[in-house]
Every structure is written in C-alpha cells, then in structure tokens.
C-alpha cells in the first residue's frame, strides 16, 4: 500500500488512464486466443470438438453432478467471503 502513491504519481506524470471493463471478460485474456490455438491444432473439425465434448459430457455421473450441487452453497459463502473476487475449490 506504501507504494500506491507513488503509482498515482507516476499515472499522473505520465497520463496514464486506467481502463475500465468487466473483471471477467474473456475477450480481454490472452489465454483464450491461445485455447483457440489449441482447440484447432488439436480437432480437425467443429464437428470433432462436438462429438468428444458429448462423449465426456455422456461419462458425467449423476453422483458428480449432485456433488457440484450440494458444493454450491459453500461456494456461494467463499464468493461473498471474498467480496466477489474468484475463488477456488478443489472440485472446481
């Protein structure tokens, strides 16, 4: 915090600006245009990518599914423990 000051200082000397968008935006991550890299060096099709995504989608066991479900209300208090902010699990 001793440094923020000195941060204001050098924004103000120089004109920088922050700039304002959403915390979460994906479009603003790097790591989704190299996932895209990925996803079509890896699948030779649209087409492909569906038929693996269904394939793991169809291994999902309803036991999974109800452990994300019964997870949800701690994730929930982590979330507004945190103000907000990400927050990890081990699931998830």
Request: with cysteine; net charge positive; hydrophobic share 30%.
């Amino acid at each position: 915090m001793r440094k923020r000051g000195l941060v204001e200082e050098y924004k103000k000397a120089y004109n920088i600006q922050n700039l304002t968008h959403p915390a979460q935006s994906p479009d603003l991550k790097p790591i989704e245009g190299i996932w895209s890299i990925i996803k079509y060096r890896i699948f030779d099709s649209e087409e492909e990518i569906k038929e693996v995504l269904q394939e793991e989608w169809d291994k999902i066991t309803i036991e999974e599914i109800r452990d994300c479900i019964t997870d949800m209300s701690r994730r929930c208090v982590q979330l507004i423990r945190s103000g907000g902010k990400p927050i990890r699990g081990n699931k998830w």
